[in-house]
């Protein structure tokens, strides 16, 4: 199981959250292998566009995160 | 694999685009600008955190990128834009009134950003380099207007001639003709938008009902709306008594963790004295609609309604579609469409009866909302619209998350179909359900034929079909909304929209009331 905590955030939402949300949400491959959940602000936005959206996988911290890099990257992670 | 064709609302919906990123960080950097006191010349450093950068990230150049900063700036306090070619510093213009609690917005809301418009061309059809300049080219063959001809071993349509019929583009082996449509024109359903001498986007006025279906529609970002966060910050700032009313469609919009109380909580902690929900005056308005409808079919026995008696209950909470049906359907309207004022001026008197010093800010995914406080009676009663996008802005600027906040009492003000208005169909269901239980009882199940329609578009060609009775049964309550999929879908509004959707159905199943007339007394 892959851990993702994803912020949910006033900040990270506005800023590109809602996005991530979305696909995390809708899409069945992510949905079983992965363990969702949605956190409060993680404090690594410094409440600025620049750094969000903040997500969080298997404890590992990633910023200003797209939806294409984290499909990719789950998709990497879900084949390893 | 399959992909569904989708439409210019569809397109960018959820798509978290630069555009929007520049959009809400100007809010943001402006809605702080006012939060922290600062001196009115800092605003023009705001184009300057906003694009920091040396070299050009969405333009030709950062000076560019700036101009349409500082307009954009020039929106969120409110102020008229600069004249094209006469740009120049924000500071010159009044900014130290614009801060001020005093209303200060004007006419129009929806505004082209000149400096920003790309100038896209009006629809047409080209052709693409997919051409391979084929012996067949059925392209010229099918074309009515012999407009087609093959020059230099390629296609090519004369846009003098060509009357955009799509036959070249159906017949193409290689789909090498593709229809060009200009986002803002095609996004708008009341054809305000055209050209002016330059080729630049152009508003008709005359035409334009504010629904801002433009704005979230433009993939430059050349379109925005007036703001009144500076004026509604300055209010809160100033000690007066500010009172939030918070539109049906909230639920979800900031995040799944942000319930209402929460939200509520972080509304009080930046200053507001209390929040209501619109859904409250939404019930008023189903009960009032409702009646209304009880009346119809009670003379439903009479065989010869005359013409100028209600044939139907037409919805009235939607601004922009209220505004379309006057304008393009006059009889039609002035005789069905409910004189009974939004959800938004219903919510607003109740909280003005309690407290004659009221300011009512109006919260809620819409900007038509903002026009709509230009009628005398309204603006008697609703101060102040800000979207959800805008409130993100002020939260950010407080440096407040509702989702910190303790769980508390959920909000409690509203029915069950009260709270089901935002999603396109509540409306009329709402007003029927509640029909339904003010009729007797062996009138109880009687059919009552009901239509709906979302984007401006469909609503006018309801509106049409209407007026020439093509609809059969005669349809008994006309739902209208500008915005696609309701008011979930409003340019203002944050969260996806089907996500937005389950929301609200959740919200509504948790009200204590299921009909307003279970709480509200019978007048
Ligand atoms: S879509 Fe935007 S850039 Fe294109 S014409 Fe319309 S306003 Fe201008
Ligand atoms: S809001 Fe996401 S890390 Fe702060």
Known sequence: MIKIELCCGLNCLAHGGQELLDILENDEKYKKKCEIECVNCLDECGNTAEKSPVIKINNKIYRRITSDFLMDLLDRLISE | ?523
């Open chain 2, 1 to 523: 694999m399959e992909k569904k064709d989708l439409n210019i609302f569809e397109k960018m919906r959820g798509i978290y685009t630069p555009v929007t990123e520049i959009r809400r960080k100007v809010l943001a950097a402006v809605a702080r600008m006012v939060v922290e006191d600062q001196p009115p010349r800092y605003i023009e450093y705001i184009p300057y955190q906003i694009i920091d950068k040396n070299i050009p990230t969405y333009r030709e150049s950062v000076f560019k990128e700036r101009a349409i900063v500082r307009e954009r700036i020039r929106l969120a306090f409110g102020m008229e834009l600069k004249e094209f070619g006469a740009h120049g510093p924000i500071h010159d213009d009044d900014v130290i009134n614009t801060i001020t609690d005093l209303k200060v917005l004007k006419r129009p809301i929806v505004n082209v950003i000149k400096a920003g418009c790309e100038r896209c061309p009006e629809d047409s059809y080209i052709v693409t380099n997919l051409c391979q300049g084929c012996i067949a080219h059925p392209c010229t063959s099918v074309c009515p207007k012999n407009a087609v001809s093959i020059q230099k071993g390629k296609s090519l349509i004369d846009q003098l001639k060509c009357i955009r019929c799509g036959r070249c583009a159906q017949v193409c082996p290689y789909n090498a003709i593709a229809y060009r449509e200009r986002p803002c024109a095609t996004a708008c359903g009341v054809k305000a938008i055209s050209s002016d001498e330059y080729g630049f986007a152009d508003i008709n006025y005359n035409l334009c009902v504010s629904c801002g279906m433009c704005i979230v529609s433009c993939p430059f970002g050349a379109i925005g709306e007036k703001s009144e966060i500076v004026q509604i910050i300055s209010a809160i700032k100033n000690g007066k008594r500010v009172y939030a009313e918070i539109a049906p469609a909230f639920v979800n919009q900031f995040g799944p963790l942000a319930s209402s109380a929460k939200i509520r909580s972080a509304l009080k902690e930046i200053g507001f004295l209390d929040i209501k929900e619109v859904a409250l005056g939404a019930d008023k308005v189903i009960l009032k609609e409702a009646k209304e409808l009880v009346a119809i079919l009670e003379n439903d026995n009479k065989k010869n309604i005359s013409k100028d008696e209600k044939q139907f209950i037409g919805t009235s909470c939607c601004t922009s579609w209220k505004m379309c049906a006057d304008r393009h359907f006059p009889e039609l309207a002035k005789n069905n469409i409910s004189e009974s004022f939004a959800p938004m001026v219903e919510t607003a008197r109740v909280i003005k009866e309690k407290d004659p010093d009221a300011i009512v800010v109006f919260i809620g995914p819409c900007i038509a909302k903002k026009e709509e406080c230009f009628i005398p009676e309204v603006t008697a009663l609703v101060d102040f619209v800000m979207t959800f996008e805008e409130l993100v802005a002020v939260f950010q600027a407080f440096e407040i998350d509702p989702i910190e906040f303790e769980e508390e009492e959920p909000m409690q003000d509203a029915s069950c179909i009260g709270r089901n208005f935002p999603v396109a169909g509540g409306v009329a269901q709402a007003i029927i359900k509640q029909t339904r239980a003010l009729l007797p009882e062996n009138k109880k199940d009687r059919e009552i034929p009901h239509i709906n329609a979302d984007t401006l578009a469909k609503c006018l060609t309801m509106l049409k079909k209407l007026k020439s009775g093509k609809f059969n049964p005669k349809p008994l309550v006309v739902e209208g909304m500008a915005c696609p999929f309701g008011c979930i879908g409003g340019p203002g509004s944050i969260s996806s929209l089907n996500r937005a959707k389950n929301a609200v159905k959740k919200f509504a199943e948790k009200a204590k009331n299921a009909l307003p007339s279970d709480y509200l007394k019978k007048k």
